[in-house]
């Protein structure tokens, strides 16, 4: 058996993210931020992506997890924490720029985009990224792309719940904008009544025109 860091043998274990990863790199480095980013599967709306950094563990650590198991309630209240006690940053890329260049790309962008706004606000800090998912090819050495990190490590999960609720409520605003596809229910991703609506309505600014949605006209 090969020799594994007992961080990891540890996360293997837990079925919550834990914060064992982020301490062991804030040995070496000044600011450790986990990364993810909600919305990429959505029919209408932006994708939205957080960055978050903990100096130290809380003890409200315990209730975070992968903002898709988690209710709107929780989410909320875990947010504000977030916000509270941690370092967060929030990048938007916008309909027009998925329909330009397509989602894919935009998922790389948007990253990106987020780490060069993090290097240029802390310029004499050593920064460390760990990002959520697959690699995305992006030009940076301190980083490590970790596939179901939200359900991994802290400090990714907590991205993964500001991104979400800072997404919802954009949807929700923009539902009272263009009615009638229930934006602020379904957050722009392409359930049944939404189908239908594009089907009744037609496409609004809001649609990702690349993702080929005439086929529910």
Known sequence: MSWKPLFWLTEQMSKKPLFNREKQLLKEFDLVFGMDEVGRGCFAGPIVAAAVHFDRSYLWFKNINDSKLLTHKKRKRL???????????????????????????????IFENLIKEINKGYKNKKIYFLIDGNKKGIGYKNLEYIIKGDRKHISIAAASIIAKVYRDELMKRMGKIYKGYNFGKNKGYGTRYHQNAIKKLGLCELHRKSFKLEKFL
């Open 79 to 109: 947010s504000s924490l977030v916000l509270k006690y941690g370092i967060c940053f929030i990048e938007i890329i916008e309909v027009e720029t998925i329909n330009e260049i397509g989602i894919g790309e935009c998922n790389k962008k």
